[in-house]
């Protein structure tokens, strides 16, 4: 059984700087990667892991370094699409010595387990908090999809392409989506979209498949639906996603840290 383990939206900043001046991303990211670790022994064995964008807050090769860092203990294989909050340029540079970076072009990639493909796409654009696919990321997935004779497939974007009433969110979703739903709803196997950016476990219909939006490993936007809502972050725990092939793909969401438990339901039981 395939089993595969999203984390998303780590924004590692700068050794000595909090991110927004208020969130130590980086002891969040040590702590899911320790999270993780500790549960392999009753949720693995996992295949891999894929970040979902927003590695870093600037985009700069000191955060990627020290995103590497808090990884290194991880023990299992990674690999990243980039996010708003990226530099592809500064991120294919600190991950050129890793199979998965293309040398050139979007960050997409695809790789193919016994019973699930997942396959990652850059929506990031440039200086812009937007996300879009381009017309060379758009032939990428395409092309692939074709190959994949109905293989269940999971494919990751880090902009979500639907709305979910968090209006600073909203505005800087995937733009151009259409041409997107048009080739997730013709795939003809089993397809799920999986996207980072909003911070928060979040389900919706796009077009024929379910989309499901991660929530960050560190800080949350704050849930507030109302028109006119502040942009503001919450700490609250972070999360990551295990989604695996149990004849359909199921996603588990799993908070990070250590807590009390597990604890009996019943003592003799
Ligand atoms: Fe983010
Ligand atoms: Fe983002």
Redesign the pocket.
């Given at each position: 059984m395939t089993r595969i383990i999203q984390i998303s939206?780590t924004h590692i900043v700068p050794h000595g700087q909090l991110a927004y001046g208020q969130v130590d991303t980086a002891a969040a990211l040590a702590d899911c990667v320790d999270t993780i670790n500790r549960n392999l022994p009753v949720i693995g064995p996992v295949d891999m892991v894929f970040v979902a964008?927003?590695l870093t807050d600037f985009g700069s090769a000191e955060e990627y370094q020290r995103f590497r860092a808090l990884m290194e203990p991880l023990d299992l294989p990674y690999r990243a699409i980039p996010?708003?909050?990226d530099n592809i340029d500064v991120m294919r540079a600190c991950f050129a010595d890793q199979s998965w970076m293309p040398t050139d072009g979007p960050i997409n990639w695809n790789v193919h387990f016994d019973d699930v493909v997942l396959i990652g796409l850059d929506s990031s654009v440039s200086e812009a908090?937007h996300g879009h696919l381009n017309d060379a990321t758009l032939l990428y997935l395409t092309t692939v999809l074709n190959a994949l004779n109905g293989k269940p497939t999971i494919v990751t974007i880090?902009?979500p392409p639907i709305l979910t009433g968090i209006e600073k969110m909203d505005i800087q979703n995937l733009r151009d989506s259409m041409e997107l739903k048009e080739i997730l709803s013709n795939y003809e196997g089993e397809l799920r979209l999986t996207c980072?950016?909003i911070h928060r476990n979040i389900v919706a219909p796009f077009g024929d498949v379910i989309c499901q939006i991660a929530p960050s490993v560190s800080h949350a936007v704050t849930m507030d639906l109302r028109e006119g809502a502040p942009n503001c972050l919450t700490k609250e725990p972070g999360g990551f996603l295990l989604h695996e092939f149990r004849g359909g793909i199921i996603s588990h969401h799993i908070a990070v840290g250590d807590y009390p438990g597990p604890f009996r339901f019943y003592p003799d039981k």
């Amino acid at each position: 059984m395939t089993r595969i383990i999203q984390i998303s939206d780590t924004h590692i900043v700068p050794h000595g700087q909090l991110a927004y001046g208020q969130v130590d991303t980086a002891a969040a990211l040590a702590d899911c990667v320790d999270t993780i670790n500790r549960n392999l022994p009753v949720i693995g064995p996992v295949d891999m892991v894929f970040v979902a964008g927003d590695l870093t807050d600037f985009g700069s090769a000191e955060e990627y370094q020290r995103f590497r860092a808090l990884m290194e203990p991880l023990d299992l294989p990674y690999r990243a699409i980039p996010g708003n909050h990226d530099n592809i340029d500064v991120m294919r540079a600190c991950f050129a010595d890793q199979s998965w970076m293309p040398t050139d072009g979007p960050i997409n990639w695809n790789v193919h387990f016994d019973d699930v493909v997942l396959i990652g796409l850059d929506s990031s654009v440039s200086e812009a908090a937007h996300g879009h696919l381009n017309d060379a990321t758009l032939l990428y997935l395409t092309t692939v999809l074709n190959a994949l004779n109905g293989k269940p497939t999971i494919v990751t974007i880090h902009h979500p392409p639907i709305l979910t009433g968090i209006e600073k969110m909203d505005i800087q979703n995937l733009r151009d989506s259409m041409e997107l739903k048009e080739i997730l709803s013709n795939y003809e196997g089993e397809l799920r979209l999986t996207c980072g950016h909003i911070h928060r476990n979040i389900v919706a219909p796009f077009g024929d498949v379910i989309c499901q939006i991660a929530p960050s490993v560190s800080h949350a936007v704050t849930m507030d639906l109302r028109e006119g809502a502040p942009n503001c972050l919450t700490k609250e725990p972070g999360g990551f996603l295990l989604h695996e092939f149990r004849g359909g793909i199921i996603s588990h969401h799993i908070a990070v840290g250590d807590y009390p438990g597990p604890f009996r339901f019943y003592p003799d039981k």
